[in-house]
């Protein structure tokens, strides 16, 4: 198994451009998330889907859209880049009852100018 | 709304030492405790989960409890190693009204030195 992985590693963006950063698990997981990590705020739930076509928002969900066409993927949409969406971007999955393990993928590095 | 603290924020030990890292939570109604290590640039990488049932788990020279009606859990590392340099974070799964949301600790960054 390839476990969570996450596409591309690094990008840079300029202010107003759009983008897409892919997210997969090929362990059957229900649910995924993603989080942000920023220097001083630790990690924060962006949006996260338990099951194929069912999405909810975390804490910071603005500026971002997501969708869930399969249980393999949960890509995460930029629609209009900002400054303060340079980040660290983690995806995350599990099976779907509550209190099992979330593992994480390797993150995607952003920095919009 | 559910709060992760960790202390201390780093640390710095001699390689040989036995350490202790804290972490404590602002709501007990939680599912599940993860404790996760993450090198610079890297990835969370899962070390010990701890169910809410459960009050500790051991994996090698990794201890992780759990108190979960005063809201505290400690991750003890044995025999530290400068291998085990990294930031330690924690995080609980529930409480504070949300069932899937992991809330995470700042981490703890440890230095180990030769």
């Known amino acids: 198994n390839a476990g969570v992985t996450q596409t591309p590693k690094f990008q840079v963006l300029k202010t107003g451009q759009s983008m897409t950063l892919q997210c997969a698990q090929d362990?059957?997981?229900?649910?995924m998330s993603w989080y942000r990590q920023d220097p001083g705020m630790g990690l924060r739930l962006i949006h996260y889907s338990v099951g194929a076509g069912i999405t909810d928002q975390g804490e910071v969900p603005n500026g971002y859209n997501v969708s869930r066409s399969t249980t393999e993927d949960f890509p995460l949409r930029l629609l209009s880049a900002a400054p303060s969406q340079t980040s660290v971007y983690f995806c995350?999955?599990?099976?779907?009852?509550?209190?099992?393990?979330?593992?994480f993928g390797p993150g995607t590095r952003l920095t919009v100018t | 709304k559910q709060e992760v603290t960790q202390i201390p924020a780093a640390l710095s030990v001699p390689e040989g030492e036995n350490l202790v890292l804290n972490c404590s939570f602002t709501?007990?109604?939680?599912?599940?405790l993860q404790w996760f290590r993450q090198d610079p640039g890297k990835g969370l990488t899962s070390l010990l989960l701890i169910q809410s049932s459960q009050r500790e788990q051991t994996s090698g020279r990794l201890n992780a409890s759990l108190d979960k009606s005063s809201g505290r859990s400690t991750l003890y590392i044995a025999a530290s190693q400068p291998g085990d340099s990294a930031t330690y974070l924690c995080a609980v799964h529930g409480g504070g009204g949300s069932n899937y949301k992991l809330t995470f600790g700042k981490g703890t960054l440890l230095t180990v030195n030769p």
């Open positions: 362990m059957n997981h229900e649910y």
């Open positions: 995350a999955s599990s099976l779907r009852q509550e209190g099992r393990e979330q593992y």
């Open positions: 709501d007990s109604a939680i599912y599940n």
